[in-house]
């Protein structure tokens, strides 16, 4: 397990419980919340009220609320007054955020952009509603989506005195920049990376999905509920697709469904015609010895690259009568449907796309939120970037002390605490998220065009596909 509650004061370690709560008309999911633990098994229903002195007196009394899902009822009222005592922390608290602005992973990025704004906004307000003598200051930095890019821009970030880092979103940049961040305790939550290669205990290192092997589960089992007896399988040949790759031809084996083709392309490539060549003869050959073309599904895993991929597809007759399926990286993709070639085919092929997420209120809440900014639907990793920071800024006001290290040590009992627009996130022993259930999405037709339209889900507990 990560560090022990590393706190100096008896009034810390009481303010994780009781005094960090967000209660006052503010935040996406009414109240992302510090809550005390409890083994329940229906509707639990926690109230607390607090009055709270923070710095050189201020004062603030908050009441919340927060009703979770279980299978008993419970209901508790605390009181307590928590004293936080004079100096502390003062000023601005910056908070990097290490985002694909550029590169096949821009819009993902975008979105992420507006929830990381979205939730500092939120937590400044909240900050001045309980007399709080600081604020937090986001600086985003563009990683282009390369790993390299981003090294560089964390070892920017942290020779200005930045301590805390959003992102990055892609593992491969995860990967490059870890040995730095732990050499120089530099807090890193990710809000997307899910190569289990980087499934390590006791780093700086936290990510908010669960690891591909649980994504990896969720193509094959898609191919056996629809009857399929062969896949092929097309990556991108990173950090990150070659796990995913590995989870979904081990899981397939399993399964009994044949790994017809193994096809993996360069991260680099902008050109894929002939990936997509390959591609084609292969399935040419299965349907010539006897294999239905439904019968075949073409496992796609990329980032937004993908729309070249699938444009090429579109030349091929025989592409257009195999299904489908793709990845969390490229679930919600904008560039899918901003081609109208893409996104027919797409449609046309039912090409399915999971992601983790979440479906409590609070978090179809941010997502409109975001999307009256950004005009689009946003993936659910822009929800774990928003609960990211509240976290952080919890953490912030318990260890009272702007510092990588302390912050590590506190964070997986905050994470374990807090209900937000995510719900409860339950971390395990590497810190990253222990499960989920995913959501899938495929490009629909509307009288207007395209859209993602979510269409199903993956339970993870039964490892079964539900359509909507």
């Known amino acids: 397990m990560r560090g022990k509650f590393g706190v100096s004061t008896a009034a810390a370690i009481a303010a994780i419980v009781v005094a960090i709560l967000v209660g006052i008309g503010i935040g996406i999911a009414a109240a992302p919340s510090i809550v005390a633990p409890a083994t329940v098994t229906s509707t639990v229903e926690k109230t607390k009220t607090v009055t709270t002195t923070l710095g050189a007196g201020a004062t603030a009394t908050v009441t919340t609320t927060v009703s979770v899902e279980k299978t008993a009822t419970v209901t508790s009222t605390v009181e307590k007054t928590v004293t936080a005592g004079a100096g502390g922390l003062t000023g601005e608290m910056p908070i990097g955020a290490l985002i694909p602005l550029t590169g096949p992973l821009a819009s993902f990025g975008q979105n992420n952009k507006v929830a990381a704004e979205i939730a500092v906004e939120e937590v400044n307000d909240f900050l001045e509603k309980i007399g709080a003598g600081w604020r937090l200051k986001l600086y985003i930095e563009d990683t282009e989506t390369k790993p390299s890019v981003a090294l560089e821009k964390l070892m920017a970030l942290h020779s200005k005195g930045v301590k805390v880092v959003i992102g990055p ?23 997307s990376s899910t190569s289990p290669a980087l499934a390590i205990p006791d780093d700086y290192i936290f990510r908010f ?104 597809a579109a030349d091929y007759d025989v592409l257009w009568k195999v299904r489908w399926f793709g990845s969390d990286g490229t679930a919600l993709s904008t560039k899918l449907i901003q081609d109208p070639k893409v996104a027919e085919f797409s449609a046309a092929v039912r090409f399915v796309n999971p992601i ?83 959501l899938l999405w495929e490009i629909v037709k509307t009288d207007g065009g395209y859209e993602w339209k979510c269409t199903g889900k993956y339970d993870f507990e039964a490892d079964t596909v539900k359509w909507s």
């Open 356 to 438: 983790a997420g979440s479906e409590t209120e609070g978090f179809w809440r941010l997502v409109e939120k975001v999307k009256e900014r950004v005009g689009r639907i946003p993936e659910s990793y822009s929800v774990n970037t928003y609960d990211a920071i509240w976290i952080i800024a919890h953490a912030l006001l318990i260890t009272d002390k702007y510092d990588g290290e302390a912050l590590k040590n506190v964070f997986m009992r905050v994470v374990d605490q807090y209900y937000g627009a995510n719900g409860h996130i339950v971390l395990n022993e590497a810190g990253d998220r222990a499960y989920a259930n995913y």
């Open 169 to 191: 979103m892609a593992s491969a940049g995860v990967k490059a920049l870890k040995e730095y961040a732990d050499s120089n305790k530099i807090l890193v939550v990710s809000p």
């Open 209 to 312: 999905p669960p690891t591909d092997e649980l994504q990896g589960k969720i193509a094959p089992r898609f191919a056996k509920t629809i009857g399929a007896t062969h896949i092929i399988v097309v990556w991108r040949g990173d950090a990150w697709g070659d796990c995913l790759a590995d989870v979904v031809k081990k899981r397939a084996s399993e399964l009994g469904i044949e790994v017809a083709k193994e096809i993996r392309y360069a991260p680099e490539a902008t050109e894929f015609s002939a990936e997509v060549a390959t591609l084609a003869s292969a399935v040419d050959d299965l349907v010539s010895s006897g294999v239905s073309p439904d019968k075949i599904v073409v496992v796609l895993i990329g980032f937004e690259e993908a729309r070249g991929i699938l444009l090429d």
